[in-house]
């Protein structure tokens, strides 16, 4: 029985140390594992719980400009929208881009005035053309659409007056990526069929509410400035017609600073409310 008790007791002791010599092995290779590593570089890194959807970028969304002004279409004037200000008057540009059009856009971007610039098509069949455009739209101007040819609506048949618009507005997207937002029809004249055409297509369709750039007597930019600034049709909210002309050209930069001593601010075309 003493013999059995001594041969249980030597084998526990012989398990022990076989059990011992194993830890101090594996604790062994392990820090020569780490060593190995951190002399070859490689950082040991602990995994890292992320939570769901952490780290995924997400869609940033456009800013959308407020909207500010409401066209009023009896005389085609913009009213304020809330607090907006009253006083103020829209800049637009008509048979661009001609000749002008890029030097009137440099000249109302370095004085801070927004502006619309309504497009014929067939300025835009020459490279120059589709690169004036792009010109204007890359200093931010938004493009509006006044028909192919500067055809009168009015004597043109229902098909002739649907490739005037839309051949416009898929030429305009060609060249700058979006369609155009408001429309303006050659002498203003407007038919049945143009205005649900021109809504169905998203347009806000404008004329305006005064201009004198085409009249032979104010082919002169002195006295084209004298007329627009005084002028008995300036009004709150007033729609003023320019075109891609010489005249009309030299003359912005007096117009901008009588407006301005007049007490008026521009309203910018991304305010205006459009077609919902």
Request: aromatic share 10%; with cysteine.
């Amino acid at each position: 029985m003493v013999i059995k008790l001594k041969l249980i007791k030597w084998f526990v002791f012989v398990a022990l140390v076989l059990v011992l010599s194993a830890c101090t092995v594996d604790q062994e290779k392990t820090k020569v594992d780490k060593e190995s590593k951190e002399s070859s570089g490689v950082a040991s890194v602990e995994p890292i719980e992320e939570t769901p959807g952490e780290n995924v970028e997400q869609p940033v969304e456009e800013e959308k400009q407020e909207v500010l002004y409401e066209l009023n279409p009896a005389n085609w004037t913009f009213k304020p929208i809330g607090d907006a200000s009253p006083k103020v008057i829209l800049f637009t540009i008509d048979d661009a881009p001609d000749k002008y059009a890029v030097e009137m856009a440099t000249t109302l971007k370095e004085l801070n005035v927004p502006a619309i610039f309504f497009v014929n098509g067939h300025f835009l069949d020459s490279e120059k053309g589709k690169s004036d455009l792009k010109a204007i739209h890359d200093m931010g101007f938004l493009i509006g659409n006044h028909t192919q040819t500067h055809a009168n609506l009015k004597n043109s048949t229902e098909d002739k007056q649907r490739e005037e618009i839309l051949k416009v507005n898929e030429t305009v997207e060609a060249i700058i990526g979006e369609k155009p937002k408001f429309f303006r029809a050659p002498f203003g004249v407007n038919t049945d069929f143009s205005r649900a055409l021109v809504q169905s297509e998203g347009m806000l369709l404008m004329n305006w509410t005064y201009g004198y750039d085409w009249e032979k007597q104010y082919m002169d930019s002195a006295k084209l400035t004298d007329i627009m600034l005084n002028t008995e049709y300036l009004t709150n909210g007033a729609n003023l017609l320019m075109h891609d002309r010489k005249w009309t050209s030299e003359a912005l930069r007096g117009m901008v600073e009588g407006f301005r001593e007049k007490g008026y601010d521009f309203i910018d075309p991304h305010t205006i409310k459009g077609i919902e």
